[in-house]
């Protein structure tokens, strides 16, 4: 089906720029494309970087938004009908397609694929738009009915960038673990391993964040600002998820042997390690990043049956600018999603 109605897109052209609104016409649709009407689109602190080129890669003009819900406008002739329907209430996340021909695919890894689609690079492409398009059906992901719209946006980015590693590193029920940060990220993996079935313990440079973080289902809370000592020695698993620099031999002394630290918040600078931190106890550094597609749909399904939600402040979007600036500085509690 070939779609022409114009598509109005939010975009930025410049770092620190204003959004201006364009509109474009679409090509034609690809036989394994999806599009999708949005409805809500969440923000993202990488939205928020890129739009400011923290990293050096964006180019303008730019459209953010990685974590888009919408419902099914059109899709391809080539789409498996009885997976996706016209209508269908929808969500297309972080990476909107892939090859499903290279090892990382054929193994179910399709997220670490050379030739990925990922939503947040396309240019004009983002999910700050009226329309957006998954370039691979496989990617686009049909919502729990339990899941609202205003909040299953950013199960697709946060969530599953929380949940994926409880199955990549085999976190079991039994565990002790920490969670880095009780922010738009931590505030849904303490919910996520609080439900795991694991002892879960917050740690925040922000001590008044303890009341949230033990409402999330965190059974112990730690002040970064007061040392790790006291819970040296402590955890199988600890979870990073703030966007900043930290000690990471404190942290990886709060490990006991084989515990894993896991890196999935962006720092500004270098990781750096003592290897006698690392070493003798085989302890693990790792990264994570958003889902494959098995991932998200399992991610879904838990977060739906176990009551997982983000928490979430709605922006309409002619206050886009607000929004953004709202999430530049810290301020969101705990996700900011925009209303289109």
Known sequence: MTVTEMVRVYAVEQPGGTVQVREYEPAPLGPLEVEVAVTHCGICRTDVDMLDDVHGITRYPL??????VGVVRASGDAVDGTRLTVGQRVSVGAVAGSCFACEWCLSGRQYLCPDKDDTVLRGLGGGFATRVRASDWRHVYPLPDAIGSEQAGSLLCAGVTVFAPLLRHGVRPTDRVAVVGVGGLGHLAVQFLAKWGCHVTAISSTPDKEADARRFGAHAFVAASEGLDRVADSFDFVLSTVSADLPWDAYLATLRPHGTLCVVGVPHGSISVHPLGLLPGEKTLVGGIP?????????????????IRPEVEVFPAARMDEALDHVRHGRARYRAVLEL
């Open 291 to 307: 889902g494959s597609p098995t991932e998200n749909r399992q991610m879904l399904d838990f977060a739906a049956r176990h009551g």
């Open 63 to 68: 459209v953010a938004g990685h974590e888009a």
